[in-house]
């Protein structure tokens, strides 16, 4: 009877054994390679649809460390990266933090609030919109025509462009920052990158007059320590983007989004069997 009592402990541990072992394994996974997500909104209709559940590799641009716990208490925290296999490209669908969840004037991360969206400009690029069409360097990207739905139109007036005299309609040219890249301060810089300098530098950022002070001291040019892009919802009449609340900084950026591994409607509960496993494009 022991040794009966005994082989089952030791099944049993080695059984836990096995378990805790293969949850070391899967928390890894999701933190270095690979993650999921529900998609909530059409905001990337035809791409993704609500009730899609999509892959995110990590991999493409590098896994991020950082302290979870102090991050889900909004406290500040270092990011690192790990390297990754190639850089984000235009028109990757990337899952980032949004970067403006408390007030639209300050970036701060919300571990709890994702968006996904397209990647229309990339670090060093000079996005337009033109009569409603993305311009990219000087050239048009396609003949999609950006519009607002009616529930965006109400949002209009705290747009963060709003200062710089733009719209949905017509925006820029403005220069997307690189990380090294210098720019002139004038009061122009300080309406378009404030708050991305003011999110790195954690100081204030003041003009008097024709000067520039940032913190207590007087500055004439300003070098970014991050990358910044530019993201588009491919539904462009009810998707809330950078062309609403600005750029998004490199530490934000999960991974990119490759594939749909389950949908689900979320109206009656129903497999969208097409769906799964199709390719992100």
Known sequence: MV???EKMADRLLTLAFGVCVLAVVWLLLQ???ITSFRVPSHSMYPTLV??????VNKWIMGARIFDIWEA???KEVK??????IRKVKRDDVLVFHYPYPVRKDSLSMDMLLYYVKRCIALPGDT???RKGSYWINGTRKDKRFVRMSVELQA???????????????????????????TVMMDTMAVKMYGRLIEWEQKKPLVVHGNC???GDSLITHYRFKENYYFMGGDNLESSNDSRYWGLVPEPYMVGVATRIWKSVSPHDGEVRWNRIMKKIE
């Open 155 to 181: 949002k209009n007036e705290r747009q963060w462009n709003v200062a710089l005299g733009w719209t949905v309609q017509q925006l820029g040219p403005l220069p997307v920052p690189a990380k090294g890249q």
């Open 72 to 74: 889900v208490e909004d």
């Open 3 to 5: 040794r009966t009592w």
């Open 31 to 33: 933190v270095t390679c």
């Open 212 to 214: 520039i002070a940032l």
């Open 127 to 129: 996005v337009e919109i």
């Open 79 to 84: 990011i690192h990266r790990l390297p990754g």
């Open 50 to 55: 609500s009730g899609d559940y999509i892959l």
